[in-house]
């Protein structure tokens, strides 16, 4: 029993190494190129980890439940390591192909309102106050006619990353 909680304890630090140090560990073996590729993913530590700590926790449980020995503990800790370690590979697969939101651009701006911050004198640059994907955004705009401070404007076009073309809504 003892040994079965050793190797659970010993997979649960080496879960925390791999968690701490982020793929350092798995550098170290990089540059061997033995298995390149080969398993894509099935060996990185956290499966591993996670095997190892399942075969050692479900072994021990089984040695201190029940009559039997050390071959039964041995293999349904292989069995309960082998879905902990494939459950540990799917969960990872998932979660590096999520794809994260499309970053909104200057050019996401075109047909959106908002307020004038600083005022914009004709062809000249003030600033205005736009929400992009909810979020207040302060641009440089310009305009052929001045617009006050404080105008409800409309954004017509970009000029650059940060500066915009803009007119004032007419009401």
Known sequence: MTFFL???IAGVVLLILALVFDGV????????GVLDGLFD????LPVIAGFISMLGFSGAIVLGTTGLGAGPATAV????????GWLTWRLSRTLMRDDPAVTPRSEDLVGSSGSVVTAIPADGYGEVLVYLAGQPVKYAAK???PIARGAEIWVEGTLSTTSVT???VER
């Open 6 to 8: 050793g190797l659970g």
């Open 25 to 32: 560990l798995e550098g170290l073996l990089d540059g061997a």
């Open 41 to 44: 993913g099935l060996l990185s």
């Open 77 to 84: 800790g292989v069995g309960a390591g082998a879905g902990a």
């Open 143 to 145: 305009s052929a006619v």
């Open 166 to 168: 803009v007119r004032q």
